[in-house]
């Protein structure tokens, strides 16, 4: 097998990957974004240099159950993954179907996407603003050209993939459930018990 084919082979696996662990890994990234108090280092195959990156969950999240039946709680506007809906959906086992991901890369500025289980392609990309060039107007935003905009669109592509690569790292390690998806499933009494405090006070 040549290189070529390899990595066809390789981008191939990881889309199945994706498409099958979609759910898992949009609870993950919330759950990261929220528990990961300095910045995550990203190790990048090919990379020449490690990526620190911070994540958040930005104004859309929507969770759902995995029964047929189950209806979605889509939430909207301000910070929904602080919510109590937000906490009690979790408590229920309902985990993320779409969410919006903000993050920022060190030295690369800041984006967010839209991202849904189904295939983790990001939509509605939001790349990072420009630096105004000295003659535009104040008003005027200023504009990146194409070049730049592919450059910057890949490497948010690239930290996707890396924090995909990331979890698939943890979700197939044998101690799975007795670290990672112990520490989550923490998580979520906490949110629902702080939650229900709020509510109490």
């Given at each position: 097998m040549d290189a070529s084919s390899g990595h066809i082979e390789q981008l191939t696996n990881l889309a199945k990957a994706k498409a099958f662990l979609g759910r898992e890994f949009l609870t993950w990234l919330w759950y990261t974004a929220e528990t990961t108090?300095?910045?995550?280092v990203l190790s990048i195959p090919g990379g020449k240099k490690d990526l620190e990156v911070n994540l958040w969950v930005d104004d859309r999240l929507v969770l759902e159950g995995t029964a047929s039946m189950t209806h979605s709680n889509v939430m909207k506007g301000g910070d929904p993954s602080h919510s109590r809906e937000a906490?009690?959906?979790?408590?229920?086992?309902?985990?993320?179907?779409?969410?919006?991901?903000?993050?920022s890369v060190?030295?690369?500025?800041?984006?967010?996407?839209?991202?849904?289980?189904?295939?983790?392609?990001?939509?509605?990309?939001?790349?990072?603003?420009?630096?105004?060039?000295?003659?535009d107007s104040e008003r005027g935003a200023a504009v990146m050209p194409l070049g730049e905009r592919l450059r910057a669109t890949e490497s948010f592509l690239t930290v996707l993939d890396g924090l995909f690569l990331h979890f698939l790292d943890q979700r197939v390690d044998p101690t799975w459930e007795t670290t990672a998806l112990a520490a989550m499933r923490e998580w979520i009494k906490k949110r629902q018990g702080d939650k229900e405090s709020d509510t109490i006070h």
């Open positions: 108090r300095e910045r995550l906490a009690a959906s979790l408590a229920t086992g309902k985990t993320v179907r779409e969410m919006k991901l903000g993050l060190k030295g690369g500025g800041e984006f967010s996407a839209n991202l849904s289980c189904d295939d983790l392609n990001p939509r509605g990309l939001k790349l990072p603003v420009p630096d105004r060039a000295d003659g």
